[in-house]
């Protein structure tokens, strides 16, 4: 069975940080297209953060760039995004994601052919 699970959300204050993981099982990681999605109540879910499984490229939206950063742990098959500079407009449920491909140059980004979502975890900035 194809799971993610996320964990490391919580609340922090504005400029603090955190580190998202995303534990997989039943799929490695490395053969998929990864990302990080963040939805808030009436809005759509957006790509903040994808890592493509062919050359290893990083696409970040624009709201993230040079706050966020994706990476992928083989031996530990996990997912994780580190968040610094946390602002309250990052306030969202984090979701992480596996699938066929990210789209190239997309901003939010975007990947095709979803397998699998794991249940999310609230992210909360607010002082």
């Known amino acids: 069975q194809l799971q993610l699970v996320e964990s490391g959300g919580g609340l922090v204050q504005p400029v603090g940080s955190l580190r998202l993981s995303c534990v997989a099982s039943?799929?490695?990681?490395?053969?998929?297209?990864v990302g990080w999605f963040r939805q808030v109540p009436g809005k759509e879910r957006e790509g903040v953060s994808c890592?493509?499984?062919?050359?290893?490229?990083?696409l970040y939206a624009d709201s993230v760039k040079d706050r966020f950063t994706i990476s992928r742990d083989k031996g530990k098959n996990t997912l994780y995004l580190q968040i610094d500079s946390l602002k309250p407009e990052d306030t969202a449920v984090y979701y992480c994601?596996?699938?066929?491909?990210?789209?190239?140059?997309?901003?939010?980004?975007?990947?095709?052919?979803?397998?699998?979502w794991g249940q999310g975890t609230q992210v909360t900035v607010s002082s």
């Open positions: 039943g799929l490695t990681l490395d053969d998929y297209a």
């Open positions: 890592l493509s499984s062919s050359d290893g490229g990083t």
């Open positions: 994601a596996a699938g066929g491909g990210v789209v190239p140059n997309s901003r939010p980004c975007i990947i095709t052919s979803l397998y699998v």
